[in-house]
């Protein structure tokens, strides 16, 4: 198989690329390895793939790098990773949210439909859960409360990528993701930030009274489910919750951390941000059933295998 991973060479998608390419399957990676974070550490991750997956380097936002890509390569399935992150900087830069998250999705999926491509993995979020009292989220919930551009953007993608499944017989898997963390996560996140802080005996930033609450969920187990969704075959289109389906306060995450380093946190409190979501918790029995997805890593597990990953690199 040819896998289309974009935003390959990120966190999620570098290791997606490495699961792929150790069942021997070919890979194309197309990321922009624009400066929302260090983009060195992307590209430390593209250079760890390089050997074995073809790396380009563009923005799927670019019409005619994508034409000259599907029309060099034929793809069995495109896996759509790429996309501007951040509900705090979505506020800010609400333009370029909809120019990356929805219109760079239509590029994809109009050369999906125009190359006949069979297939695409659509990486969207928890928030498009928005202001829901229901919990656990579920995938018939209304989405009707979003409360950030982020969100709206990629809302609206599931909603095309809706429209090209039914009109031209791609399949497509919406994939809605619920705070993944783990080794080579974006160093912006709450854990990656608690932990440096922590460890360098710098004040770390709590949004809040720290009752907010978040579905983290294991960068393994992501993998488990993202490759589940692309083995899944039966239905033309699907939305799909991949969660931890345990939510943790704010402030039993920091004590988390604060004991697998063995070092007390020095807190600074904040008001809470505009935009973010007060708890997510993700019902994942559809993909339990439909994928077979049953994530194994708890929370502490998870933080102390990232604790051990970081302190073991060098930068």
Request: proline share 4%.
């Amino acid at each position: 198989m040819h896998y289309l991973i974009t935003g390959g060479a990120g966190f999620i998608g570098s290791h997606l690329a490495e699961s792929l390419l150790q069942e021997r399957h070919e890979v194309t990676i197309l990321d922009d390895f624009n400066d929302f974070y260090a983009p060195s550490l992307k590209r430390a991750n593209a250079a760890a793939l390089q050997e074995n997956a073809t790396i380009i380097e563009g923005d799927f936002c670019d019409n005619g790098l994508i034409s000259s890509m599907f029309n060099e390569k034929c793809f069995d399935c495109v896996v759509h990773l790429g996309a501007r992150a951040g509900v705090r900087s979505s506020i800010k830069n609400p333009s370029l949210y909809l120019r990356t998250n929805l219109d760079g999705t239509h590029n994809l999926l109009a050369a999906c439909e125009k190359h006949n491509v069979p297939d695409m993995v659509f990486a969207s979020s928890s928030s498009v859960y928005g202001v829901n009292s229901s919990l656990p989220f579920r995938e018939d919930n209304i989405t009707e409360g979003v409360v950030s551009p982020y969100a709206a953007s990629k809302a609206a993608a599931e909603q095309l990528c809706s429209s090209y499944a039914y009109l031209h017989g791609i399949r497509i898997r919406c994939l809605r993701l619920f705070t993944v963390y783990g080794p080579r996560q974006r160093p912006d996140l709450a854990i990656a930030k608690f932990v440096d802080s922590i460890r360098r005996g710098l004040p770390i930033e709590q949004y809040g009274d720290g009752s907010s609450a978040r579905d983290y969920t294991y960068i393994d187990d992501i993998i488990e489910g993202i490759r589940s969704a692309i083995s899944f075959k039966p239905a033309p289109f699907e939305i799909i919750n991949l969660g931890g389906s345990q939510s943790t306060k704010l402030i039993e995450l920091i004590k988390i951390i604060e004991e697998e380093l063995a070092t007390k946190a020095d807190i600074t409190i904040k008001p809470e941000s505009q935009g973010d979501i007060l708890v997510t918790l993700a019902d994942i029995s559809k993909a339990a059933d439909l994928l077979g997805y049953h994530p194994v890593t708890n929370l502490r597990e998870g933080i102390r295998k990232y604790i051990r990953w970081i302190t073991s690199e060098e930068y």
